[in-house]
């Protein structure tokens, strides 16, 4: 199996908003970051995923199992945790494991309570009396306790501190270091996906904007701060967009290389998730 | 689906609110329904109060999934919606047939140690007890999944005010009397006419959780 998701044209119409014709593939062994600004139709795109939300498709393959007619055997091998959805807080994790072990066939209850050990989560308290941090840290808990091979989190580790999501982000890491394991992650926090993503998939409006690997973002994706001259010099090809301040352009370009190469005196920035969401986001195009 | 009865168990029974709204009403109705003396309090409780218990098994999972929006969380489980509402059902069946137990318990001692009532008008007042709890359910249930938590409830208090208004006419107007003597044809058409709504309110709910969820 070489890839953990493929979707081929996934839409999903409502009233007021269009997932419009989405495909990506997720190969294994890696780690995907899903971005996009609040409605842009990350969190639509993942319910269609997990069919918890109807949608069209011409293909929505996970793990090597179509998601029309395996969607049970997909969940047994999946593990998914929202930032807005959660256990209940009057459980106790001892009794959330008793629960998931009764769903997940694979279910390793040795493992989980290593896994709350390891996080440091009392197995006896109400959830309620947790942190936000603790939380989080028992849904990863309950999360990696069935072995499963793709790891979707949506919004997983907003509202969390620095500490707590670099803890996740070793999780994570851990997590990817088997090659038959993915992760898919959503997430506004960009700085985190600059620390582990392998794969930017950027959602705009509903569309895709693009699906490229993070390093090919960093070695192509690009800041130029330059005047009027150096701007109208510039290949239309060649710009994401830009934004007119008052004396100058500043300008995302998408061919740093090549641009190099053409003006070798240039000074281009690098540019990181954030800047070419806000760029895209913000900015102007060129016709 | 035995993860999510579990679930609904533990939400009734070990949230220390909810189980004590349960200690309350069975601490305030059964020990009543076995030590009065009365063939009218004893109908009153067989064919109304503890039916109307054994249909609140959803009330409170209900409430902590929507407090916690657990079910778009339940939708990434192994399970499907059909199976996880078929849980719910499973768990509803469970706390009617606790019930209908306690009432065959008080039927007993109606019949041996008051003498208020014989054997076969109990077992006919159980009967009948029994058709009420599987037709309340049926509705009481797919009020919970179409309504909510809240509007469910509302939903609830409105059913059981409707057949309390049902008992009170019925023994004013034709002596409630009269359900000793029904014939068992009856019975057995009202159980057969309760356990065919179960089916149906059980499918309705169904694609009920398919279309809110979806």
């Known amino acids: ?287 | 689906m035995k993860g999510i009865i579990l679930k609904d168990l533990y939400d009734n029974f070990c949230i220390p609110k909810n189980a004590a709204a349960y200690i309350f009403a069975g601490l305030l109705t059964i020990p009543v329904g076995f030590l009065v003396r009365s063939e009218y309090y004893y109908i009153l409780f067989s064919m109304i109060i503890l039916p109307l218990i054994g249909g609140c098994a959803l009330e409170y999972p209900t409430e902590q999934e929507e407090r916690a929006n657990f079910t778009r969380l339940l939708a990434t489980f192994p399970v499907s919606m059909a199976q996880i509402v078929t849980a719910k059902y499973i768990l509803g069946l469970c706390s009617a047939a606790v019930c209908n137990l306690f009432a065959l318990m008080c039927a007993m001692i109606q019949v041996y140690v008051h003498h208020t009532v014989s054997l076969s008008e109990a077992l006919r007042i159980w009967g009948v007890g029994i058709s009420i709890s599987l037709i309340f359910l049926s509705l009481i249930y797919v009020g919970y999944f179409l309504l909510g938590r809240r509007w469910g409830t509302v939903f609830f208090i409105g059913v059981t005010i409707l057949i309390a208004a049902v008992y009170g006419a019925s023994t004013v107007l034709v002596g409630i009397e009269a359900v000793f003597s029904l014939s068992p044809v009856l019975i057995l058409c009202l159980l057969l006419a309760g356990a065919v709504m179960l089916v149906l309110s059980r499918f309705a709910s169904v694609r009920i959780y398919k279309w809110k969820n979806s």
């Open chain 1, 1 to 287: 199996m070489d890839y953990a998701i493929q979707v081929k044209n996934l839409s999903k119409t409502y009233k007021d908003f269009k997932l419009d014709n989405i495909s990506l593939d997720l190969p294994c062994g890696t780690v995907m970051g899903l971005i996009g600004e609040n409605g842009a139709g990350k969190s639509t795109f993942i319910n269609a995923l997990l069919n918890i939300t109807d949608s069209q498709y011409d293909q929505v393959t996970i793990l090597g199992r179509d998601l029309r007619t395996q969607e049970t055997l997909i969940k047994e091998d999946i593990a998914v945790i929202f930032s807005d959805s959660h256990y209940d807080l009057d459980f106790t994790p001892i009794f959330a494991g008793k629960m998931l072990s009764m769903i997940y066939k694979n279910w390793d209850q040795q493992k989980y309570l290593d896994y709350l050990e390891r996080f440091g989560l009392p197995p006896k308290k109400r959830l309620k009396k947790f942190s936000t941090g603790m939380r989080v840290k028992l849904e990863f808990a309950a999360a990696l306790s069935h072995d499963p091979k793709l790891l979707i989190l949506d919004e997983a580790t907003s509202g969390l501190d620095p500490v707590v999501r670099n803890e996740i982000l070793d999780i994570l890491r851990e997590f990817t270091e088997e090659e038959d394991r993915a992760v898919l992650m959503s997430s506004h926090i960009t700085s985190d996906l600059d620390k582990i993503a392998d794969y930017i998939a950027y959602i705009h409006e509903g569309k895709l904007l693009f699906v490229r690997t993070y390093d090919d973002l960093q070695n192509n994706y690009g800041i130029i701060n330059c005047g009027r001259q150096l701007f109208d010099a510039l290949s239309p090809d060649d710009i994401a967009a830009y934004k007119k301040e008052a004396y100058s352009y500043r300008v995302l370009v998408t061919n740093k290389q090549k641009l190099k190469r053409v003006f070798s005196d240039i000074h281009i920035e690098n540019a990181s998730i954030e800047d070419i969401m806000l760029f895209y986001i913000k900015g102007e195009k060129i016709r």
